[in-house]
């Protein structure tokens, strides 16, 4: 079932989401939303999987059929669709819907959206959402079709097999894992600095033509928001379809999260 941002009006750029449903409303479907609205796009969201948490802890998840989940998004993308952006993909059927959403969208007439991947593997509690099955479909399956990532600094590490207190010691060390990600087919890597030890947070871009470091506000030591990985990869996927400089919509991201929160995703 698709909701459309109804105050936008109708030449808004659409952003198809497909994430997971918090029933807190603090990250997720909402928290997409919210961005969208922010961004000044319309966000059409589908629903990948239900979760049970109050905002500092998930105490169960379930995943939607695949049928359904693709059923929707096929219906939504009836209408064009200017950007992608995934969200809580919770088991390796969720991804295999997205791969094939993704090929069926670039071989019709309007050709692919522009598609952010927000790598979901762990609620912000640490309680783990994609096995280590799950992730190997994500980089064998999902990755080589060319999304943008934005993975946070816990996130490039699992995916990358690079050891996470690594890549708090200096910014290098998060280009060298990001390059890994562009070697297995991904367009470009978003690394959010909002788990790192620096200050001010830089986001880095790292393309195969070139890396942009994106300085955000000061870091307040403790402070985390709930569901800002959402917020900031829904943002940069509706500005992204707004202007389509993907460093453009990275530094409007990076700056729209200081000015909410205070921090990086």
Not at 2 to 30: E, K
Not at 54 to 81: C, F, H, K, Q, Y
């Amino acid at each position: 079932m698709g909701r459309v941002s109804a105050p936008l009006i109708q030449s808004a750029p659409r952003v198809l989401i497909l994430a997971g449903h918090d029933p807190s409303a603090g990250a997720g479907l909402h928290a997409d939303l919210e961005a969208c609205d922010a961004a000044g796009a319309r966000a059409v969201l589908v629903p990948t999987a239900w979760t049970e948490q109050d905002g500092s802890r998930v105490w169960a998840l379930r995943s939607r059929g695949a049928g359904w989940v693709l059923g929707e998004a096929l219906a939504a993308s009836l209408e064009p669709i200017d950007a992608l952006k995934t969200g809580l993909l919770a088991d390796v059927a969720a991804i295999e819907i997205v791969t094939e959403l993704i090929q069926r969208l670039g071989s019709s007439a309007r050709g692919a959206p522009r598609v952010v991947v927000d790598p979901v593997l762990a609620a912000s509690g640490g309680e783990p959402f994609l096995d280590a099955q799950g992730m190997r479909a994500l980089l064998e399956r999902l990755v080589p079709l060319g999304p943008v990532l934005t993975p946070n600094l816990d996130e490039l590490a699992r995916l990358t097999g690079v050891d996470r207190r690594a890549l708090d010691e200096g910014l290098d060390e998060r280009v060298d894992a990001a390059r890994r990600l562009l070697a297995l087919g991904a367009s470009a890597i978003v690394v959010k600095g909002g788990h790192g030890t620096e200050s001010p947070i830089t986001d880095l871009l790292v393309e195969p033509q070139g890396l942009h470091a994106i300085q955000g506000g000061a870091r307040y030591p403790g402070r985390r928001m709930h569901g800002s990985g959402c917020r900031h990869a829904s943002f940069l996927a509706a500005r992204w379809a707004l202007h389509s400089s993907l460093e453009r919509a990275a530094r409007e991201a990076q700056a729209w999260m200081g000015r909410q929160f205070g921090a990086g995703g």
